[in-house]
T-cell receptor
Framework: DADVTQTPRNRITKTGKRIMLECSQT?????MYWYRQDPGLGLRLIYY???????NKGEISDGYSVSRQAQAKFSLSLESAIPNQTALYFC???????????FGSGTRLTVV | GQQLNQSPQSMFIQEGEDVSMNCTSS?????WLWYKQDPGEGPVLLIA?????ELTSNGRLTAQFGITRKDSFLNISASIPSDVGIYFC?????????????FGKGTKLSVKP
């Protein structure tokens, strides 16, 4: 099994629908992150969580919300999806004093 | 917020050629990292650098932490088709971003056999 698992891998949804992307990890890491990748824009941070009770907004949090259900689970929700939220979404984990992040394989979301 | 300038944005090279890419920042960084993203996958850490001037290799890949602490370089020697992907620089700078990594926009590498 992968260390960081994202579901679904691909999703097509309609404008206005609510959608949840899920992330689970077996690394035992406290820190979890959600990133969005768009061509030419790199990885942009949406939300991050340093532990179950700590949730922080990243640089592009508008239109998104998150829930840290447990140390191992961090989900990202789009309350009312819009077409410009079409992108590749990545979950990542890290330890507090670690320099590297472990990424999931991504969720490709298309909003039509 | 802090941004990293990564260049070039894309490269088209012939198999066997060497590749160079770099990342610059306006702030002093205390850590530089290089990641590779294969098509359809998440980024994977290639090399981590912790000290100014540090030069580290991983197979055909060599990365350097710039002396000014504001830049880093990644070189790939004798490229092969499996080097195709997007390469990201990332780093942390003193006093910023709660220790979160800042990512460059990526260099997309294409290799012609």
């Amino acid at each position: 099994d992968a260390d960081v698992t994202q579901t679904p891998r691909n999703r097509i949804t309609k404008t206005g629908k609510r959608i949840m992307l899920e992330c689970s990890q077996t690394k035992g890491h406290d820190r979890m992150y959600w990133y969005r990748q768009d061509p030419g824009l790199g990885l942009r941070l949406i939300y991050y969580s340093f532990d179950v009770k700590d949730i922080n907004k990243g640089e592009i949090s508008d239109g998104y919300s998150v829930s840290r259900q447990a140390q191992a689970k961090f989900s990202l929700s789009l309350e009312s999806a819009i077409p410009n939220q079409t992108a590749l979404y990545f979950c990542a984990t890290s330890e507090p004093n670690s320099n590297g992040y472990t990424f999931g394989s991504g969720t490709r979301l298309t909003v039509v | 917020g802090q941004q990293l300038n990564q260049s070039p944005q894309s490269m088209f090279i012939q198999e066997g050629e060497d590749v160079s890419m770099n990342c610059t920042s306006s702030s002093i960084f205390n850590t530089w990292l290089w990641y590779k993203q294969d098509p359809g996958e998440g980024p994977v850490l290639l090399i981590a650098l912790y000290k100014a001037g540090e030069l580290t290799s991983n197979g055909r890949l060599t990365a350097q932490f710039g002396i000014t602490r504001k830049d880093s370089f990644l070189n790939i020697s004798a490229s092969i088709p499996s080097d195709v992907g997007i390469y990201f620089c990332a780093g942390r700078y003193y006093g910023g971003s709660q220790g979160n990594l800042i990512f460059g926009k990526g260099t997309k590498l294409s290799v012609k056999p």
